[in-house]
C-alpha cells in the first residue's frame, strides 16, 4: 500500500493575493472553495514567488534556482520559443520519479521547448505541427503531459499530448481585444480559447481516478491559463462577482479547485495527499483595476504594485497547504518562503538530501508544515526579479532593491520615469508594508549588508549552504550594474 503521499501542485496564473477571501477579509471576491482548503490546512501570509511574471517563476517552482541563474535573465518565452530548464538537472519532477512517483504535468508550460521546422517553410508558418516537439515536459521528468505551450494569450493555439499537437493548425486566428485579449496566429479546430480551463480540469480529474487504481504514489502539476487573459469565465460564472469578468473568472477558478478537492475526497486520498494551490505572480493590470477599486477590491491587497513589478504586489503570492496527515487544519505562517523551496520540501519529505547540483536556492519549508518550533528563520534571504531583470533581496523587515522604479509595469517604470530616483530603494516592511518611503540613505549600514549578501549569492551560485556552481552566462549581465561598483571581490565590499 503508497504510504508516500500524493501531490498535487496548482498553479493559478496572475491571480493577486488579495483576490482570495481567506487572504483578504475584504475582498469582493468571495473565494468559498479556497476558503475551505484553508481552513482544512495552513496559509503563509508571506509567500513569494522568484520573479513577478510567469517563466521565471515556473522555472525556480520545478528546479528549485532562481530564475535569473537561466539563461532567461530578463522577460517571459513566447509561444515558439525553446526550453531554458538545462538539460541534465533536476527537477521536481524529476526527482520524484526517481522515487517511484508517477508523474503528470496538465495545463500551461510556458517554459518552451523545440518545434520541428518546415524543410520549404510558408510566409506564414515554419513549424511542422505534425513531427514531435523535443525538449519539453516528457524530457525533464514528467511520465505525461498534456496541455498548451505559453499563455493562453499567445500561439500557437494547439493542444500537445506527451510530444506531439492533437490536432494540425488549420487557420489563423485573427485574435481578439480587450479582457478577451489573446494575439493573432496558428490555431487547431479542436482549440477553443474558453473552452481551455475545462479540458484542462477533465484531464486533471481523469488522471487522479487513473492514478488511484495504482498503489504508485503520483504527482499532478496543474499550471492553469487562468485567471490571465484571456478573461473568458464560463456562462455560469458571467456576472457571478458582481465586479467584471475577471471576478467571475476568479470564481471559476476557484470551483476548479473544488472540484480536485471534491474528486481527492471521491477517491478517499485526501489525507495521504498533499494539495498545495499559489499563484505564479501578482494580479496583471488586464483585470481592469480601476473598475475594481471603484468597487472596494483590491487584488493586491496592502502591497504596492503589481505582476511585473519589483515591488511586493508583483511577487508576493497567496500559499495554501493542505496535508491533513502532516498539517493542522486552520492554521497560519507568517514565515517568508519562496516557491523555490518546493524541491528542497519534496526532498525533505522523502528523507533524501538534494546533490550539490540541484535546488541551489531551495529551502524546505516541512517544519513549518508540521509546526516544528524555530531558533531562526529558514532562509537566510529571499531574491526577487521583476520582468525587466532588476534585483530585490530580502531579510527580515528589511527589503533592499537595486533600481530606482518598479522595473515593471507600475510608476516609475524604467527609463525616464526614474529620472531623478535613487538608484536604490530600501524599505522597512515592518513600519512600512506599502513601500512608500525608502530610508536607504538612513540606513546605508543595512543597504551594504544585503548588497553584499545579494552579491555573493550571485558569485557562489547558490542562496544555499553547499558547493559554488555556475549560473548561466557566468555573471556578467545588465541587471548586476551594481556589482561593477563593487570591484572583483567576493562579495565582502558593498555600495558606499
Not at 484553508?38 to 509567500?47: L, P
Not at 500551461?108 to 520541428?116: C, P, R, S, T
Request: net charge negative; charged share 25%.
Amino acid at each position: 500500500m503508497n504510504i508516500k503521499p500524493n501531490i498535487v501542485y496548482i498553479l493559478v496564473d496572475d491571480m493577486g493575493y488579495g483576490d482570495l477571501s481567506c487572504f483578504n477579509e475584504e475582498s469582493k471576491i468571495r473565494t468559498p472553495r479556497l476558503d475551505e482548503m484553508a481552513r482544512q490546512g495552513m496559509i503563509f501570509r508571506d509567500a513569494h514567488a522568484s520573479s513577478a511574471v510567469c517563466t521565471p517563476s515556473r522555472y525556480s517552482i520545478l528546479t528549485g534556482r532562481y530564475n535569473w541563474r537561466s539563461v532567461l535573465k530578463e522577460g517571459v518565452l513566447f509561444g515558439y520559443d525553446g526550453p531554458i530548464i538545462e538539460k541534465n538537472r533536476m527537477t521536481a519532477a524529476s526527482f520524484l520519479k526517481g522515487h517511484d512517483y508517477h508523474t503528470a504535468c496538465l495545463g500551461k508550460w510556458h517554459l518552451g521547448w523545440d518545434w520541428a521546422r518546415k524543410k520549404d517553410p510558408t510566409p506564414r508558418e515554419d513549424i511542422d505541427f505534425s513531427e514531435s516537439i523535443k525538449n519539453g515536459p516528457t524530457s525533464v521528468g514528467f511520465d505525461y503531459f498534456f496541455g498548451i505551450g505559453a499563455s493562453l494569450d499567445m500561439p500557437p493555439y494547439v493542444y500537445v499530448e506527451n510530444d506531439r499537437p492533437t490536432a494540425l493548425p488549420d487557420q489563423f486566428t485573427t485574435g481578439s481585444e480587450g479582457m478577451a485579449f489573446w494575439r493573432e496566429g496558428a490555431i487547431a479546430a479542436d482549440f477553443r480559447h474558453r473552452e481551455v480551463l475545462p479540458k484542462l480540469t477533465e484531464k486533471v480529474l481523469q488522471y487522479i481516478d487513473e492514478q488511484t487504481k495504482s498503489d504508485r504514489p503520483f504527482f499532478v502539476y496543474f499550471p492553469l491559463p487562468a485567471p490571465h487573459t484571456p478573461i473568458l469565465p464560463l456562462k455560469e460564472f458571467q456576472g457571478k462577482s458582481g465586479l467584471n469578468a475577471y471576478g467571475d473568472f476568479c470564481l471559476q477558478v476557484d470551483d476548479v479547485v473544488g472540484q480536485i478537492m471534491d474528486n481527492l475526497e471521491k477517491n478517499d486520498i485526501a489525507d495521504n495527499t498533499i494539495l498545495i494551490f499559489t499563484s505564479d505572480n501578482g494580479c496583471s493590470p488586464m483585470a481592469d483595476f480601476e473598475t475594481l477599486v471603484k468597487a472596494g477590491h483590491h487584488p493586491s491587497f496592502v502591497f504596492r504594485g503589481h505582476k511585473a513589478d519589483i515591488y511586493e504586489g508583483g511577487h508576493r503570492i497567496p500559499l495554501i497547504v493542505r496535508w491533513p496527515q502532516k498539517i493542522k487544519p486552520d492554521t497560519h505562517s507568517d514565515e517568508t518562503v519562496c516557491l523555490s523551496d518546493f524541491l528542497a520540501t519534496c526532498a525533505d519529505i522523502l528523507g533524501h538530501q538534494l546533490p550539490p547540483d540541484a535546488g541551489e536556492d531551495s529551502v524546505s519549508n516541512l517544519s513549518i508544515w508540521t509546526g516544528e518550533k524555530a531558533a531562526a528563520p529558514l532562509r537566510e534571504a529571499t531574491v526577487h526579479a521583476s520582468i525587466d531583470g532588476s534585483f530585490s533581496i530580502r531579510q527580515g523587515r528589511w527589503k533592499l532593491e537595486m533600481c530606482a522604479g518598479s522595473g515593471g509595469w507600475s510608476y516609475p517604470k524604467p527609463g525616464r520615469e526614474c529620472l531623478g530616483f535613487p538608484p536604490v530603494q530600501l524599505y522597512d516592511l515592518e513600519a512600512d508594508i506599502g513601500e512608500r518611503k525608502n530610508v536607504s540613505k538612513e540606513y546605508p549600514d543595512i543597504v551594504k549588508k544585503l548588497t553584499s549578501l545579494l552579491t555573493k549569492y550571485v558569485k557562489k551560485g547558490r542562496s544555499t549552504p553547499g558547493a559554488s556552481q555556475e549560473n548561466e552566462g557566468g555573471n556578467e549581465w545588465e541587471q548586476l550594474r551594481w556589482m561593477k561598483k563593487l570591484g572583483r571581490g567576493d562579495g565582502d565590499e558593498a555600495l558606499p
